[in-house]
T-cell receptor, first 114, second 112 residues
Framework: ETGVTQTPRHLVMGMTNKKSLKCEQH?????MYWYKQSAKKPLELMFV???????ENNSVPSRFSPECPNSSHLFLHLHTLQPEDSALYLC?????????????FGQGTRLTVV | KQEVTQIPAALSVPEGENLVLNCSFT??????LQWFRQDPGKGLTSLLL?????REQTSGRLNASLDKSSGRSTLYIAASQPGDSATYLC???????????FGKGTHLIIQP
């Protein structure tokens, strides 16, 4: 247990569905991140939030919509996804988004788009 | 744009051997370098963090080194065990952006 909890662990959704991924951290951190891990590719940074403010959007399609209501919670809202969006979505947190801080990851949500 | 390469992509060795995993990066202006372990279908577990002012970190049977000038890091695993079987990922911060840049990983199998 790393102190970063993601729910659900598995999700199957149709292309017309709307769903949300949830991430919660109990480490007192101020920065939270969404990463995408697809087969045969390195983990890709999607979004960064520092003190609830979005500081990075790595050219992610608008069908992915992040929300950070407070420093402990991060959501990823999904709508009209494509089959190629099927992947492992990982949430991480760190003390802040400064570059000397250690990142801790959750167990991920395995998303399948059908 | 920073690129991170991990060699080898896969490695299978008998139990008890010492082994070295390699990570190289193209832009030496990095801050942190972290080594992670990932078991199949699971999240990432942080193994070692080398901060910008450090050159080496050790934890148990693991030792990681960092040489910024040559753009390289190595993860040394001593006396390997079957429980060490996993994918090992190298990731770093730097290059003007927040967040980590990852390599594709080394898939390690330790044969009993």
């Amino acid at each position: 247990e790393t102190g970063v909890t993601q729910t659900p662990r598995h999700l199957v959704m149709g292309m017309t569905n709307k769903k949300s991924l949830k991430c919660e951290q109990h480490l007192g951190h101020n920065a939270m991140y969404w990463y995408k891990q697809s087969a045969k590719k390195p983990l890709e940074l999607m979004f960064v939030y520092n003190f609830k403010e979005q500081t990075e959007n790595n050219s992610v399609p608008s069908r992915f919509s992040p929300e950070c209501p407070n420093s402990s919670h991060l959501f990823l809202h999904l709508h009209t996804l494509q089959p190629e969006d099927s992947a492992l979505y990982l949430c991480a947190s760190s003390q802040d988004s400064g570059r000397d801080t250690e990142a801790f990851f959750g167990q991920g949500t395995r998303l399948t788009v059908v | 744009k920073q690129e991170v390469t991990q060699i080898p992509a896969a490695l299978s060795v008998p139990e008890g051997e010492n082994l070295v995993l390699n990570c190289s990066f193209t832009d030496s202006a990095i801050y942190n370098l972290q080594w992670f372990r990932q078991d199949p279908g699971k999240g990432l577990t942080s193994l070692l963090l080398i901060q910008s002012s450090q050159r080496e970190q050790t934890s148990g049977r693991l030792n990681a080194s960092l040489d910024k000038s040559s753009g390289r890091s190595t993860l040394y695993i001593a006396a390997s065990q079957p429980g060490d079987s996993a994918t090992y990922l190298c990731a770093l911060t730097g290059g003007g952006a927040d967040g980590l840049t990852f390599g594709k990983g080394t898939h390690l199998i330790i044969q009993p």
